[in-house]
């Protein structure tokens, strides 16, 4: 079924997904947080030791990570064009897909480092 979606359907389908993800988590990081009586650096420390809890937040970087460069690259694609910005639309397109690239690796690696 998957497979008879067009490339713009697939990408929204995934965006979408990653969009649930995030809630997901969100919701259950924040209910940790509203359920503990109080937050100190040892529960949370126990809380982020857990291999689930890593696996999880790790799914949630993933899923940020995914959902940023296809977001980016949608809203890249309609306003940072030629038909805009003339000869300058191309490179302000992959100028800021680059950071976009940039930052998200950053972000990624630097909360797997933390994580793990």
């Known amino acids: 079924m998957f497979s008879r979606l067009g490339h713009g359907s697939k990408e929204f389908l995934i965006i979408r997904v990653c969009a649930v993800l995030i809630l997901f988590y969100t919701l259950y990081l924040g209910g940790f947080v509203l359920l503990?009586?109080?937050?100190?650096f040892n529960q949370w420390s126990v809380f982020f030791n857990n291999p689930i809890n890593k696996i999880l937040t790790s799914l949630f970087f993933l899923a940020f990570a995914v959902h940023t460069w296809l977001g980016t690259w949608a809203v890249a694609s309609d306003y940072l064009t030629p038909r805009i910005?003339?000869?300058l639309g191309r490179a302000m397109?992959?100028?800021?897909?680059?950071?976009?690239?940039a930052i998200i690796a950053l972000v990624l690696t630097?909360?797997?480092?933390i994580i793990w």
């Open 85 to 87: 910005f003339g000869n």
């Open 93 to 101: 397109f992959v100028g800021f897909r680059s950071i976009v690239a």
């Open 110 to 113: 630097w909360a797997i480092i």
């Open 36 to 40: 503990t009586d109080e937050v100190t």
